[in-house]
């Protein structure tokens, strides 16, 4: 058994709005909820949920953008700005290759430069980066049953067997956490009938029981190693899974 990923949720004030700009960067439709679509596999579609507190400090997860050619890079960028994006200073110096940009309720993001190697093999999202331990990494692996692309240093990177976009874990210093995060992930079991037990899997791996005010009505609400928010889904008639 395990667990298939579905999507990416991201808090939002004005859902809507926030899928909009992402469906417009992403160059991607939405569907009658305000999902952003997955593309052709293995994408990963993007749920945007309303009436979430925002939080000041930086997200445990933000997202990289490739680009193939300065030109596309340049292009992304230019398009982002005028969806609503803006430059955000984080410390970069102009000797690094990204560029750093805030979506339009402040989400970092980054565009990578053309020629990055270790996102040569992904998507146009290329990368989930988060602030995370090795631990946490190595559960998501398991619970995924995604390979280690990258274990180095307290690093570690998961991909899928077919490609796409990596999830990656920065390992130490890992910040305190303040607060719910505002991105989280949505997993499910194949079949209904494997919901239990596949949340009884993933307590087997590491991951903690959360209150039901922790939830968004989608699922059972756990954590993982780390304490990062993500829910247990039913299956959905029709929604394509990222599957191993």
């Given at each position: 058994?395990t667990s298939?990923?579905?999507e990416l949720c991201?808090?939002?004030?004005d859902?809507l709005?926030?899928?909009?700009?992402?469906?417009?960067?992403?160059e991607r439709?939405?569907?009658a909820?305000?999902?952003?679509l997955a593309?052709?596999?293995?994408?990963?579609?993007?749920?945007?949920?309303p009436g979430?507190?925002?939080?000041t400090?930086?997200?445990?997860?933000?997202?990289?953008?490739?680009?193939?050619?300065p030109?596309?890079?340049q292009?992304?960028?230019d398009?982002a700005?005028?969806?609503?994006a803006?430059?955000l200073?984080?410390?970069?110096?102009p000797?690094?290759?990204?560029?750093?940009?805030a979506d339009?309720?402040?989400?970092e993001?980054?565009?990578i430069?053309?020629?990055?190697t270790?996102?040569?093999d992904?998507a146009?999202?290329?990368?989930?980066?988060c602030?995370?331990?090795?631990?946490?990494?190595?559960f998501w692996?398991l619970?995924l049953?995604w390979?280690?692309v990258?274990?180095?240093?307290?690093?570690t990177?998961?991909?899928?067997p077919?490609?796409?976009?990596?999830?990656a874990?920065?390992?130490?210093?890992?910040?305190?956490?303040s607060?719910?995060n505002v991105?989280h992930?949505?997993v499910?079991?194949?079949t209904r009938?494997?919901l239990?037990?596949?949340?009884?899997?993933?307590?087997?791996?590491?991951?903690?029981?959360?209150?039901?005010?922790?939830?968004d009505?989608?699922?059972v609400?756990?954590?993982d190693?780390?304490?990062n928010?993500?829910?247990?889904?039913?299956?959905?008639?029709g929604?394509?899974?990222?599957?191993?």
């Amino acid at each position: 058994m395990t667990s298939n990923l579905i999507e990416l949720c991201i808090d939002a004030s004005d859902p809507l709005r926030l899928a909009a700009f992402w469906a417009g960067l992403l160059e991607r439709e939405t569907d009658a909820d305000g999902v952003v679509l997955a593309g052709e596999d293995p994408e990963i579609s993007i749920r945007f949920l309303p009436g979430r507190q925002r939080r000041t400090a930086p997200h445990q997860i933000h997202l990289h953008l490739t680009s193939t050619t300065p030109e596309q890079q340049q292009s992304t960028v230019d398009r982002a700005l005028r969806l609503g994006a803006r430059h955000l200073d984080i410390g970069q110096t102009p000797e690094e290759g990204h560029i750093v940009l805030a979506d339009p309720e402040g989400n970092e993001l980054c565009v990578i430069e053309a020629g990055n190697t270790f996102l040569a093999d992904t998507a146009f999202l290329g990368e989930l980066a988060c602030d995370g331990t090795r631990e946490v990494g190595l559960f998501w692996s398991l619970a995924l049953d995604w390979p280690l692309v990258w274990d180095h240093d307290g690093e570690t990177a998961i991909q899928s067997p077919r490609g796409g976009a990596k999830i990656a874990w920065g390992g130490p210093p890992v910040r305190p956490r303040s607060g719910r995060n505002v991105m989280h992930l949505h997993v499910s079991p194949t079949t209904r009938d494997d919901l239990g037990a596949e949340v009884e899997r993933l307590l087997s791996l590491g991951a903690t029981r959360l209150d039901a005010g922790h939830g968004d009505a989608c699922g059972v609400p756990l954590a993982d190693p780390d304490g990062n928010e993500f829910c247990v889904m039913e299956p959905r008639e029709g929604t394509r899974r990222l599957r191993r």
